[in-house]
């Protein structure tokens, strides 16, 4: 059951389940349009994560937009780099830049590229896209958070293909032994990359005993639960003397059918036809969640 949690002064209530899908749904729908037909986008991860990237940004992460480098800030660290759109998308809802910017992703001169780049997005908290350190850099933040007294939290997204890097698991066995409980690690289960299933290229199975092995405390949900994935979050800061794992099922390209569960969707360019229908798909997806 999602806690109610009671909003600090001069902080707003967190949206409902209800609206937090319709957001999602919206959310999409801005990923979509901001990559556009005749270029190369990563559509795949980029949809697979939309309701976890909305559920951090919207339900809860702590920021505060107007003054991005807040001491007492959460941090996020997307370790998966290549689907950012949908973390543009979220902090330009947020207010971080403008919504404007998102036309320009991946055009020269804009400051939203084709991975996280801290000196051009304001927000972002480190560049990522070379896959394997994003949980590196969210344990040095937590041990950082240890050292100084603070009590901010730590999430990091990565995709399950990342986890076929050796990193991520020394990563893994240091959170575990230094009890860095105020790391959360959320990741993508998809089952795609770009080459085809996971399980083919390198069987990551069994992936929650593997992460429990390095003592942490796993959480499996769907991640296109919305509800599940706020509980997930909440129960992930609830639970001491232990960092988190929150493994999400999810659907490659999810929102666009004609893109889903395909490895090609991973990084793809869709024609001007194709554009269309995705929109009116998502477009319809959306009026009946607002008309429900």
Known sequence: MISEVTPAPGETARPR????????????????????PGKFHHFGGSLSETDLMVALYHYKLRLRPEDPTWPDRDRFILSKGHSVPAQDVCMARLGFFPLDDLGGLKTLGSPLQGH?????TRGLEANTGSLGMGLSVSNGLALAARARGLDYRVFVMMGDGELMEGQVWEAAMTAGHYRLDHVTAIIDRNGLLTSGRTEDRKGLEPLADKWRAFRWNVLEIDGHDMAAICDA??????????????????????????????????????????????????QANLTALENS
Do not use: C, W
């Open 233 to 282: 979050l909440d129960t992930a800061t609830g639970t001491p003397g232990k960092p988190t794992v929150i493994i999400a099922s999810t659907v490659k390209a999810r929102g666009v059918p004609f893109l889903e569960n395909q490895a090609s969707s991973h990084n793809a360019m869709i024609t001007p036809e194709q554009y269309e229908e995705a929109v009116r798909i998502l």
């Open 17 to 36: 389940v209800k609206d937090l899908i319709r957001m999602a749904a919206e959310v999409r729908l801005q990923i979509v349009r901001s990559m556009g």
């Open 116 to 120: 996280p780049d801290m000196r051009k």
